[in-house]
């Protein structure tokens, strides 16, 4: 199983990124993907998950402003995040639940400057 996040990088108050999370070795259109977040001095946070029926949820602070999305053919979940704010300043990771545990990706670094 292998997860891999990308699409981070440094952008101004009220911009936008979208962040991609590639992934392999399992049966991917029937799992759910999780996006988390992990700032600085803080501890990793949920911030929005997708189903396998296309099903979403997302933490309140994203909550209008980012967007989940997933491609099956592409093996690929999406997390559009629109009006970005220094708060959401963090390593992003993909996350899988698949047989009992958690899989990760490596992280993507989304800076956003005031």
């Known amino acids: 199983v292998q997860l891999q996040a990308f699409g981070g990088g440094l952008v101004q108050t009220g911009g936008s990124l979208r962040l991609s999370c590639a992934a392999s070795?399992?049966?991917?259109?029937?799992?759910?993907i999780a996006w988390f977040r992990q700032a600085p001095g803080k501890e990793r946070e949920g911030v929005s998950c997708?189903?396998?029926?296309?099903?979403?949820h997302y933490i309140a602070s994203v909550k209008d402003r980012f967007t989940i999305s997933r491609d099956n053919a592409k093996n690929t979940v999406y997390l559009q995040m629109n009006s970005l704010k220094p708060e959401d300043t963090a390593v992003y990771y993909c996350?899988?639940?698949?047989?009992?545990?958690?899989?990760w990706g490596q992280g993507t670094q989304v800076t956003v400057s005031s």
């Open positions: 996350s899988l639940f698949l047989r009992g545990r958690d899989y």
């Open positions: 997708i189903n396998r029926f296309d099903g979403t």
């Open positions: 070795g399992f049966a991917f259109d029937t799992y759910a």
